[in-house]
């Protein structure tokens, strides 16, 4: 097997066909890594320039009452993602502008896309886009050539003559053009570290890595199925019309039917249902019985009777705070309950894509693709709640210094200083770790192992029939 795919890899290197594609090929994927990768940094810069001139806008003020400070609020900016240079996934659609204020939790706005004309299918030039699409189109072609050229040449025929197995055949020509693809990655890979050499941590790598052994499987399942129907099927034109449909099929088609299905099984509300849903509760009550006006009522009572007393006026603290933060909280438990519910359905919908893996590699390709890359939905939605969470740790020490910062009911002139401002704390993003999320695609790794044990199963338990000849 061994000589089998040394004479495969001089006879490409010899081949001034191949050359010419190979180097016209590796010139399109250098430069979409440099266009991604000095995307990425420009990115990166606005955002350090975006977040200091908020931050700055808000140690900048001098004199403001807390509760008209929680209504101008700030602004969270999501950090771009060194990896998303290889693969930006779901962030170009999603949105990086989060305004954080009192009373409302907003949307997240801004997407790169909505800023985009609408020019292509595909987006823009990544090398995700070109590892996914046309590098294992590259080796359709490339694994058909080197089978059928053999047929004709009669070259196939005289290698078993000569004592070759048909299955070493097979196997080696499989692996000859898998590790094409593989040092196309490997390549890819290495000019994407020279270029971020001061930025690689231990957890990039280690993404890097899964992203890499991810391709490497795929491309091995691809590579594999076109060598077996090539050597299967004496009409060269069946076979790569075959393996072409597969492909077309595979990236899409059932990609788009599956996500499409899976919405539909399990829907999300639409945009007005979510905050039509999220008002009602917040004013009516999570149980439709506990009204605002109700729970302010309670509230003002439990209180005149802590402190001792038997008005507001005589209260030694500023009731207005702490009932604007009573209604925060459960806002924040309206919140939880909604956004939960929609993290739920978003889990569901994954888990049930994740299973199209079963009839089709490529959807988990894009799976680990994005998760190991740190660019898919879920990272997303961490970073939301990461959001949330300071959103509420902001809105707190705003109410709370309204409440026992010296002021009292019905004051609203009270006016805070500039050092209070300066003491609040700036949003800080800490990254999601790939070791607290990797179960998630646990069954992506597996499905992706499943299909290339299957490939090689096929490709043994098919010599018997396979043609040669």
Known sequence: MLQIIKN???YLVRSRIFIGISIAFIAILLLSVFLGNYQTQKQEQTYKNAK???????VSIDEMNSHSAAHYGTYVFKPSNLLSSLDEGVNN????????????QNEIIHSEASQMQAVSRFGKLKPSLLLQYIVPLVLVFLAFNSVSSEKQSGRLKLLVLQGAKPIQI?????????LYSVLLLIFILLIYGILNFQSLTPEILTRT????LSYCSYYFIISGLTIFFSARWQNATLALTSMLGIWIIWTLFLPNILMSSAEQWHALPSRNEFQSAMKEDRSKGLDGHNPADKRGLALKEK???EYGVDSLSQLPINFDGMRMQADEEYGNSVWDKHFGNNRDILQKQKQKFQLGGIVNPFISLQNTSMGFMGSDNLHH??????VEHYRRVFIKMLNDQQTFGGSKTGDWGWKEDNAFFKSVPDFKYKPTQISTVISNYILDVFLLILWSILII????CGTKKIQIV
Do not use: A, D, M, P
Request: proline share 0%; glycine share 4%; net charge positive.
């Open 8 to 10: 495969e890899c001089r």
């Open 52 to 58: 200091e001139h908020v931050r700055q806008q808000w």
């Open 93 to 104: 659609v999603t949105g990086n502008v989060l305004r954080v204020e009192g009373h409302v």
């Open 170 to 178: 097979i196997l080696s020509k499989t692996i000859s053009v898998w």
């Open 209 to 212: 890595l899964l992203f890499f």
């Open 303 to 305: 209180v005149l009777k």
């Open 381 to 386: 939605q961490e970073f939301l709640l990461q």
């Open 457 to 460: 199963v096929l490709i043994v």
